[in-house]
């Protein structure tokens, strides 16, 4: 009698981790389509390549069905409904719903981790400032890179990225309001100043501000928003 083996596959963002989602994005998509859909299908089922060639077409196609959902675009938990507790694989985190309410010690991190260029590689440590385990103080009595690694392989995409994209939006908002500052200061400043060597040394920065700005807008809004 054949035995049925059931394949455990993910089939939707919400089961997808942040560590699946960064395999799958480094997946280099070659003219094959069938040998890119079984790269693909490696990443979700955790199924041997060769076991994925050797399958019969009918199943085959039947499980690439399931990934129809990678062509849509990724809704992220809305940040602002998530409650003051969070559970990743079975241990509880306490949420940091207000920027205002970080340390002088997280923001700092924050600001490290951000500026970093692989954003993915990064997004699991950026979660660690804003989700603390119960019963402890920001990086006090537990490891923080452990910690990345709990959310890196256990948390789902949608709640990962409502959470640092709340908090990039408000560092960009707050990014924003100082750059509008920082101009309407340059044109006072502009205005009184006589001195024709100030003046163009401010011209010019006053361009540098207004390049910032330009590149901190994407059509009628900003970015992440």
Known sequence: MM???KIIMIDSYDKLTIKKYRELV???????EMEYGVDILSVLSDMEQGELMEMPLDKFTSLMAKTRFLSQ????VDYKKLGKRITVNGNEYRLIKNAK???????????AYVSRENFLEMLPYILTIFLIPEGKKYNDGYD?????????ENMGLPIALGISDFFLHQS??????????LKWKMKRMLKKEKNPEM????????????SLQS??????GYILS
Not at 73 to 76: H, L
């Open 215 to 220: 590149l901190l807008k994407v059509g009628d």
């Open 3 to 5: 035995i049925k083996i």
């Open 199 to 210: 003046r163009e040394q401010l011209t010019m920065a006053l361009e540098q501000v207004e």
């Open 73 to 76: 675009p990724i809704e992220r």
């Open 26 to 32: 480094s997946i280099e998509k070659g003219e094959d």
């Open 101 to 111: 309410d970080l340390t002088a010690g997280q923001y700092i991190d924050y600001k």
């Open 172 to 181: 960009l908002l707050s990014t924003k309001s100082s750059i509008l500052y």
């Open 144 to 152: 923080v890179a452990e910690l990345a690694k709990e959310f890196d």
